[in-house]
């Protein structure tokens, strides 16, 4: 195995992503001591519903990379599977924010075959990773490495450069094709706004919805969401962007009922309704942090209603696009942490697209961060790549 046989792998699963109707990414974790594939997978954020047959949101935060680690931690006992560090995860794209915080808090090596402008993290492709924390920056050094690609005698030179990054990526001493490097980078530019435009579809806006607090308890949603999240749609928030101290109270509560849990995040629909409230959840893995468990559970319940021809009118009229809803923190994210460049990565991929600018914001929280300080969160927001601060536009409130 080489660089240029695993870029043919992946690109393979990218190419299963862009025939979904998702963003065209693949990856697969690589064992550096054998050069044997562990497990390969592609971007997930749509799927296509059995009904229509169209791409709907699964889940904003499957992409490729993210998905593997969450594989890898859900499977590493089970078989055995060696550390992080002595593995490596390829990937067709420089991955965004939220795989790449994904990828230094689980503490796997990187291998980068095509580069991302707008969202990837070394979008500037200086290797200097401004993008991140002062921090964070010789991590990510020591962690990603951007394969040589390319013939300097035959391929234009848009298509050579040379190896850049750790000394522990799998395969740095081999090159990939400037065919697969193209072929990396095309099919997920011809695949980008087919996606957006379908992520912009993907639910009513708040004045054309129904409240869901006034279905019966034995309603689908309900049933699902309180398997999940036992006070779902119980607790209403009079004025969802101005929560008080009811829902402080709840936060601190359901952090407490976890152990070794940090942080909480309360997902509240544009009717104040308590979606989910749920807490970092550490004990299946460093990455399974509150805001993950509460994004990824809203649209994975809300993909499966609409899937469903007996929920799928229900839902469509009910359950809101997560990006006119309000996610309230227990306390900030950590400026230095790398789940926190997850969490904010990972938020702007919930939003899919533009979020209506309101005040207050849709992304607040009660307390300061637990080591750092909002102004150092503030500055972190603003260095990430493009698509979050153009797109996403992320910005972070103190509840009013």
Not at 238 to 258: A, C
Not at 302 to 314: G, H, I, S, V, Y
């Amino acid at each position: 195995m080489n660089a240029d046989e695993a870029a043919s792998i992946v690109l393979n699963q990218a190419m299963q992503a862009a025939a979904q109707g998702t963003f065209a990414v693949g990856g697969v974790i690589i064992d550096n001591a054998t050069g044997k594939v562990i497990h390969k997978m592609h971007n997930n954020v749509l799927k296509k519903l059995d009904a229509t047959g169209k791409a709907f949101t699964y889940d904003p935060t499957a992409h490729g990379e993210r998905q593997l680690v969450y594989w890898y931690y859900e499977h590493k006992a089970k078989l055995n599977l060696p550390e992080p560090e002595q593995l490596t995860i390829v990937t067709t794209l420089d991955p965004c924010a939220m795989c790449t915080g994904t990828l230094l808090t689980a503490g796997f090596n990187v291998g980068v075959i095509a580069m991302d402008d707008f969202a990837g993290i070394n979008c500037d492709d200086d290797f200097a990773f401004n993008t991140l924390p002062p921090s964070l920056r010789d991590l990510a050094k020591s962690k990603f490495g951007y394969y040589a690609c390319g013939d300097k005698n035959l391929d234009p030179s848009i298509y050579v450069r040379d190896y850049v990054g750790g000394s522990k990526v799998a395969f740095r001493d081999t090159t990939v094709s400037g065919e697969r490097l193209m072929g990396c980078g095309t099919i997920f530019d011809a695949s980008v706004n087919q996606v957006r435009e379908a992520s912009s579809e993907a639910g009513l806006a708040p004045d054309k919805l129904s409240d869901p607090a006034n279905l019966p308890d034995n309603s689908p949603i309900k049933v699902k969401y309180r398997a999940i999240y036992p006070d779902a749609f119980k607790i209403k928030i009079s004025q969802p962007r101005l929560p008080g101290t009811e829902l402080f109270d709840l936060l601190i509560k359901v952090k407490d009922s976890e152990s070794n849990a940090k942080n909480s995040v309360a997902f509240l629909d544009p009717f104040g309704n308590v979606v989910l409230c749920l807490p970092d959840t550490f004990n299946l893995s460093p990455v399974h942090t509150a805001f993950m468990n509460v994004t990824r559970h809203y649209a994975n319940i809300r993909f499966n209603l609409m899937n469903d021809p007996e929920t799928q009118a229900a839902a469509k009229q009910y359950l809101t696009h997560p990006k006119y809803g309000t996610f309230v923190f227990l306390h900030a994210p950590n400026p230095n942490d790398t789940t926190t460049i997850m969490t904010l990565g990972a938020y702007g991929s919930t939003l899919e697209g533009p979020v209506p600018q309101m005040f207050p914001a849709h992304f607040q929280y009660y307390l300061p961060p637990l080591e750092g300080t909002i102004k150092e969160l503030r500055s972190v927001i603003m260095n990430l790549p493009k698509f979050y601060t153009k797109i996403a536009q992320i910005s972070i409130m103190h509840v009013a």
